[in-house]
């Protein structure tokens, strides 16, 4: 038998990704071993990342791991309290693009337990969240003001980012599925038996290969492709409209499942109706709009998850108004 501390076996490793029922703990453990042993620093933040969770504040959280987010606000209106969606698109920068997404930080076991316990659970909607600091509501406030017009004043006293929770459930796939690749590349390259001796004679051009299969394999993904679970997610995460161009606005709409009669609807609203461009705020026949394809989203007549719905339309119809 080979020894570990001389051999590493990726075979170890194919196997128990293979198996199913093995928890992703045993393989990344494996290559978080064979980083160590090869003083691969990428490999191993890697691996210490995916096992113990992201929980540095400056840990960059994969895009597998992000998911689009909805902003729900708690708001205070004289005597009474309501619960709102914001779009989080109305927001100012940079905070827009900062709560754009909501990620998954914990250790891999916790999101395998997490997925076991929402599979049983067969829930229909599957969701987790993420509250937002009481000192980060004033960032809120003014979008708050725009988009919900009242005779009293309207303050946010509280707010939650909430993201599709079917997520958790890809996450282990994805991971178990590119981690496949990635070890094959190494196979491929290095054999199924890796001398750690041979292997360490060239130690950093060998490491640069072995990091560059974790950014093809693994870690390449891009904002374009991020996870929008559910049956209804697919969605556009390039948004180019520019300003004034119903044609492209048009296009856009219909390329992310609104349909032609909706579509025409809103470039009949936008011809009649101005928005306040002071306030940067919708007219009320536009708000209509969007509430109305919301709705849509809701009852499944809409292609479209219904957490990015309210964000997609306003952020394309503000990238129309040149907001």
Do not use: C
Request: charged share 30%.
């Amino acid at each position: 038998m080979s020894d570990p501390k001389n051999t590493f076996i990726i075979n170890d490793v194919i196997n128990d990704l293979l198996d199913a029922e093995k928890s992703l703990v045993n393989p990344l453990l494996k290559l978080n071993y064979f980083g160590r042993l090869t003083k691969n620093s990428e490999l191993i933040e890697f691996t210490n990342n995916e096992i113990n969770g992201y929980k540095s504040k400056d840990s960059v959280v994969p895009e597998y791991r992000k998911t689009i987010a909805r902003l729900i606000v708690e708001v205070q209106a004289y005597m009474n309290r309501h619960t709102v969606e914001i779009p989080i698109s109305m927001l100012d920068s940079p905070f827009k693009e900062v709560l754009r997404y909501i990620d998954v930080r914990e250790g891999i076991a916790t999101v395998e337990k997490m997925a076991k316990e929402m599979l049983e659970s067969k829930g229909d909607k599957n969701e987790f969240y993420r509250p937002i600091p009481m000192e980060m509501l004033h960032i809120i406030q003014p979008a708050l003001r725009r988009l919900y017009k009242s005779d009293v004043r309207l303050d946010a006293v509280g707010a939650k980012l909430i993201g599709n929770g079917n997520i958790i459930i890809d996450i282990p796939n994805y991971i178990r599925t590119k981690l496949l690749e990635f070890v094959m590349k190494i196979a491929e390259e290095f054999g199924y038996e890796i001398e750690i001796k041979t292997y360490n004679e060239h130690r950093e051009t060998n490491n640069q290969t072995i990091v560059q299969f974790m950014s093809t394999n693994i870690t390449n993904t891009g904002d374009g492709n991020v996870i929008n679970t559910g049956d209804k997610a697919k969605i556009d995460a390039n948004i180019t409209i520019n300003k004034g161009n119903k044609e492209e606005l048009s296009e856009f709409l219909q390329k992310n499942g609104i349909s032609e009669e909706d579509t025409a609807e809103l470039i009949e609203i936008i011809d009649t109706e101005e928005p306040n461009a002071e306030n940067k705020t919708f007219g009320e026949k536009v708000n209509g709009w969007i509430g109305k394809m919301v709705n849509k989203a809701l009852d499944g007549s809409w292609n479209v998850g219904i957490g990015a719905a309210g964000s997609l339309l306003a952020e394309a119809i503000w990238k129309y108004y040149g907001f």
